[in-house]
């Protein structure tokens, strides 16, 4: 069995706003697209903030809301969008059988009680029986659930009724990608009609900017494009974003009359050790078997490069040599305006790309490099592509449906 | 002339297990824990690891032999447990494995170890706790240690040990994480794209902060005076689940390229479905309906009806409402059989294992069903009337099993079972 798969619903938030008008506006009809960058909130290292959201909108019972951290709001919240986006929100007989993949990394602890023992633990006769006392005594006991990777999926089942079945795929980008990936190989073979994939992530939270100071991987300062950091020494600036996105067989779509933003073409994962060239190698076979797989060429690219220097540098010089060839006919680095997305790097990817071919139109070039070039004839297929700050790489087609 | 290729009721490519392996509290390697579970040993302690102090529950099913940090010890188990399947199924190279990785990992989070020295190390002009410990990370640069706290970590370095092909998925979906592993990996090899998978559920997460979460929860047992006897699955003074460690690897395979390079064939998995929970974060709804679907959606997948069973491998975590739910939701899936089904709890031996407990369970089935033994609940001394089950009490029982079904229940609502039978298909 070998099924066409289409992207019929999106929901999309990050630091340019709430749904697919906002991003469409920021990125492709403003005269000049300028990100939303906080350069003081977790300084010195910049970040792409969330856009305050109405929680109520999605998540109606306050009690829900309470039960979540606000990594899993933003996920539930957007998720709700797409349900919605794809007209099956509140149709309990789809809800039952759509499948869910997230890719999910896990929620913000508690400052203040870190913080509080941090201030005391070092003094304790026992630090250990100190932080045993302390944890038991302060920590509230729904915080375990509201940090749990696997409930920000919990949450969408309890708040929106999907309920064909629940997996999370555990954190970085690679689960990004293998979620939309997993789910797009079982719809073309069969193994399940519509899905639920997609990802939530909160840049601006000092738990994760700890992770990113600590390996190095930061950009610190004033921001400039992707393009332009590896020479920089690089960094990632990361960026707050929520993108979930239905997928589901064209037949079932059909079936139910609803018309796609566009088609998902195959998606591929894979892993190196990063050692020089081995990125580039993994994406040349995937390059090669998705340009086999595309109706229309060339191909445009949507990235989301995370300006760390290495990769960036070798993705870069990839690209070139497509370009130079004709495959690729220009590059978006929509990292430039949403922050490197992480788990939802790839997700968003294939959003915007479904965006872009439904709109008939492409993104602006964000790069003073003049690496990104415009274009004079919108992209009839895209290759997403990301590649995570640490590991894995992933491309996959999205073409327009005529 | 050549055999034709063997399909299931759904003409799908039939998944063999050619390889398997395991590690627990009771020991390295299958046949140490085999012997120690039909013997009905338990593999539950006194915690050594930290200081109890302060915490309701000081007991728990550690793996005490071995030693790092929580993510190095997830690791160590799951590369115990993977050698021994990759072994046994003979297949591919050593550190060339033929077909991806699907692992079961717990969560990960930043240990109060390091906590401490970031905090320790930093200017104490900086008044914020958290802004302390990034300004000594982000001078550090240490990509080593901070790789570690990455989440696709373990998953990363089993790929890399193994030799697996593409980028390893790293699942979390709590305790029905090892089931759904193996899902992963019976829908790869359904859908042609690979002859091969490697499944590996492990987890070695017990650390201070792990159980007081649970604590909070009102999910542990608190029988800290008798350790072996405080994993009491379906007895009625069951008082909560005992919190473990424990790695299992399958080694899955398409039936007829096992056959064809002469493996020998453990078992079948037959069926494996899921169903999520709508109802609560921690509760089942209260009707089962989740889980009998979850049930059903695995009969329906592997072509059988529920008579077909002799015997089920529980979930059987030991907490009143797993138990209850669980054996409620059986009795409407099977009918007034069920009375008659053995169903025992590995649980009851090895105490929860999370993430690691469906692989680990799944391996057990396996030998269950090698062995004709069933592996006793032991613990059992004060029947729950509300549960009418022969839950094979307290000591191995020889039986012929050809046909088992396996239960994962996780918090978050992720149910997943599996349906394991004996070769041939």
């Known amino acids: 069995m070998s099924r066409e798969v289409w992207i019929t619903g999106i929901g999309l938030t990050s630091s340019l706003g709430e749904g697919l008008d906002a991003h469409w506006q920021a990125m492709a009809e403003a005269e000049h697209p300028k990100p939303v960058i906080n350069t003081e909130l977790c300084a010195p290292y910049p970040v792409h903030p969330m856009v305050p959201l109405d929680f109520d909108k999605q998540i109606p019972k306050r009690s829900d809301q309470r039960q979540m951290e606000n990594w899993q709001r933003v996920g539930v919240y957007t998720a709700g969008l797409a349900l919605a986006d794809a007209g099956v929100a509140g149709d309990a007989d789809i809800l039952s059988r759509t499948h869910m993949i997230v890719g999910a990394s896990g929620g913000e602890r508690d400052y203040a009680v870190d913080s509080a023992i941090l201030a005391e633990v070092g003094k304790a006769a026992s630090p250990e029986e100190f932080l045993n006392d302390r944890l038991s005594n302060d920590l509230r006991p729904t915080l375990f659930l509201a940090q749990l990777p696997n409930l920000l999926a919990g949450n969408i089942s309890i708040v929106h009724k999907v309920t064909g079945s629940s997996r999370t795929l555990l954190g970085e980008e690679s689960a990004g990608i293998s979620a939309v990936e997993v789910a797009e190989r079982r719809i073309r073979g069969g193994q399940g009609d519509i899905f639920l994939v997609g990802s939530a992530v909160v840049a601006e939270r000092k738990d994760s900017i700890m992770i990113l100071a600590g390996g190095g991987w930061g950009w610190k300062g004033d921001p400039v494009p992707v393009w332009a950091r590896p020479e920089k020494g690089g960094g990632s600036i990361n960026g707050s974003v929520g993108a979930f996105l239905v997928i589901e067989a064209r037949e079932h779509a059909e079936a139910r009359g609803r018309q796609p933003y566009a088609r998902l073409g195959p998606v591929f994962s894979d892993r190196s050790t990063r050692r020089p060239g081995e990125a580039a190698a993994n994406a040349e076979r995937q390059f090669a078997a998705i340009s086999k797989a595309a109706h229309h060429h060339p191909l445009a690219v949507i990235t989301g490069a995370s300006g760390i220097a290495a990769p960036t540098r070798e993705e870069r010089d990839f690209l070139a040599g497509l370009m130079a060839k004709g495959e690729v006919s220009t590059v978006r680095a929509a990292s430039n305006m949403i922050g490197t997305a992480i788990d939802a790097n790839f997700a968003s990817g294939v959003a915007l790309a479904a965006l872009a071919l439904s709109r008939k139109g492409f993104y602006k070039p964000t790069d003073d490099t003049g690496f990104e070039k415009p274009l004079a004839t919108p992209p009839e297929a895209i290759a997403v592509m990301t590649w995570g700050v640490w590991r894995g790489e992933g491309m996959g087609l999205v073409e327009a449906v005529s | ?425």
Request: charged share 20%.
């Open chain 2, 1 to 425: 002339m050549a055999k034709p290729p063997l399909r299931d009721h759904r003409n799908r490519p039939v998944v063999a297990i050619t390889g398997i392996g395991m590690i627990s509290s009771l020991g390295v390697g299958l046949d140490e824990n085999w012997k120690a579970i039909t013997a009905g040993k338990s593999g539950v302690h006194r915690i050594k690891r930290f200081p109890t102090t302060h915490l309701k529950t000081t007991i728990a099913g550690t793996i005490d032999y071995l030693s790092g940090d929580f993510q190095s010890l997830t690791l160590q188990a799951g590369e115990h447990a993977g050698d021994e399947a990759v072994k046994m199924a003979g297949l591919g190279k050593p550190g060339d494995f033929p077909g991806p990785l699907f692992t079961a990992i717990p969560p990960v989070e930043m240990e109060w170890r390091l906590r401490r020295q970031l905090y320790s190390a930093a200017d104490p002009a900086i008044d914020d706790a958290y802004d302390r410990m990034i300004a000594v990370a982000g001078e550090a640069n240490d990509h080593h240690e901070y790789e570690q706290l990455m989440y696709g970590h373990v998953g990363e370095k089993l790929a890399e040990r193994f030799g697996t092909k593409g980028a390893p998925i790293s699942l979390t979906t709590a305790c029905a994480s090892g089931a759904t592993a193996i899902q992963l990996g019976v829908e790869a090899i359904r859908r042609g794209e690979t002859d091969a998978a490697l499944c590996i559920g492990t987890d070695c997460s017990v650390s201070a902060e792990a159980v007081i979460r649970f604590s909070l929860l009102s999910a542990l047992s608190t029988a800290n005076d008798t350790p072996e006897e405080a994993s009491r699955p379906f007895s009625k003074d069951r008082d909560g689940f005992v919190i473990a460690e424990g790695a299992a690897a399958l080694v899955l395979e398409n039936y007829d390229a096992a056959v064809a390079r002469g493996a020998t064939i453990l078992g079948i998995i037959r069926g494996a479905a899921e169903k999520a929970d709508d109802f609560h974060r921690t509760r089942s709804k209260p009707d089962g309906s989740a889980i009998i679907t979850a049930l059903k959606n695995t009969f329906d997948d592997a072509g059988i009806a529920p008579d077909a069973i002799d015997y089920i491998n529980a979930h059987g975590t030991g907490t009143p409402e797993n138990d209850r739910m669980e054996a409620m939701s059986l009795e409407k899936v099977f009918g007034e059989r069920i009375h008659g089904v053995a169903i025992s709890s590995n649980k009851s031996m090895l105490g929860h294992t999370l993430t690691a407990s469906g692989a680990i369970e799944a391996v057990l089935t396996i030998k269950t069903i090698q062995d004709s033994i069933i592996p006793p609940t032991i613990n059992y001394q004060v029947p729950d009337p509300g549960i009418v089950l022969d839950v094979v009490p307290n000591h191995a029982r020889e039986q012929k099993v050809t046909t088992v079904l396996s239960n994962s229940f996780g918090f978050g609502g992720q149910n997943a079972c599996l349906i394991i039978t004996a070769e041939p298909a």
